[in-house]
């Protein structure tokens, strides 16, 4: 996990610095130009800068029109994903405590990518972590927390109101790849139909899109593989709710699978080695005698 975090670090800084000077300021110029049908991914082009950092997706909100930073990847959400552990081991997990450079160059990045999710998950993680610190100064409490809730709450509601008014096919799409998932999962619940079989999803879907994918990383593995795959993904949630709430002492861990599954839900990895290995480290969690504190 310290590899990890240290290379999430750097792919992040790298995003920055090609977000300011090639996005925003156009002082480094793109390298190369990826037409979408090439990576098989959207509707939407990519300039790659170096094979360090792409563009590809535009976002309208705080008043800011243009490119999101995504980094490396191909959208937003996978950028949050990798983000999200590695500002979680950060936060918590690491022996020698967290490194402020680190988390500034996260938080920074999540916020770059206008990702409603990563915000979210970066906000509740910097509440958990400083929630000593917060409750025994008074300046804090009553005057700084609620200037910064204002300004989280104005720019959480116009990215969602970006996501829900201004890119109704968006969200209209997202929604109704959840729901065809979990109503193919139904239709075959202990078995599934078949990894990657995404012909027997269509007939569940509300309106027929060309080249449609899926939403959500559970939804595909309840589709796919049935309770016989989700199993080992729905378990150590459950087991985590309950031992978050019985087992104060290991909330810290319970809650990293907890953020594991709601990532899962809303993106698509379930087919990728990190999702196995994030997997691997909640069973991990929920099987330690007596939960003992150990550095991953």
């Not at 191909?74 to 979680?88: D, H, Q, R």
């Not at 729901?179 to 990657?196: E, P, T």
């Amino acid at each position: 996990m310290e590899a990890f975090t240290n290379v999430v670090f750097m792919i992040s800084a790298l995003s920055l610095v090609f977000f300011v000077l090639g996005s925003l300021l156009n002082i480094i110029q793109p390298t190369g130009y990826y037409p979408y049908t090439e990576i098989g991914w959207g509707t939407n082009n990519y300039r790659d800068f170096y094979h360090l950092y792409c563009e590809g997706q535009t976002v309208f909100a705080l008043g800011y029109s243009g490119v999101r930073n995504i980094a490396l990847f191909v959208e937003g959400p996978m950028l949050t994903y990798v983000i999200s552990f590695a500002l979680y081991y950060e936060l918590f997990f690491r022996r020698l405590g967290f490194r402020k450079i680190v988390i500034v160059t996260f938080i920074i990045t999540v916020a770059t990518s206008f990702s409603t999710t990563g915000i979210l998950i970066a906000i509740f993680l910097m509440y958990i972590k400083f929630y000593e610190i917060v409750k025994k100064s008074k300046v804090i409490k009553y005057l700084i927390i609620p200037i910064v809730i204002c300004i989280v709450g104005y720019s959480l509601f116009w990215v969602v109101e970006d996501k829900f008014v201004s890119n109704v096919y968006s969200a209209s799409a997202r929604a109704d790849d959840i729901l065809a998932s979990f109503k193919c999962f139904f239709s075959d619940i202990f078995n599934g139909v078949g990894y990657q079989n995404m012909e027997a999803i269509a007939p569940y879907r509300l309106f027929k899109r060309t080249g449609a994918g899926l939403s959500t990383g559970l939804g595909a593995i309840l589709a796919y593989g049935g309770v016989l795959w989700g199993f080992w993904y729905i378990t150590p949630f459950i087991i985590a709710i309950v031992n978050y709430i019985k087992k104060p002492k290991i909330r810290i861990k319970m809650a990293f699978i907890i953020m594991a599954f709601a990532l899962l839900l809303v993106t698509v990895v379930h087919s990728r080695v990190l999702c196995t290995i994030i997997n691997a480290i909640c069973w991990y969690f929920i099987l330690q005698k007596n939960f003992r504190k150990e550095v991953l």
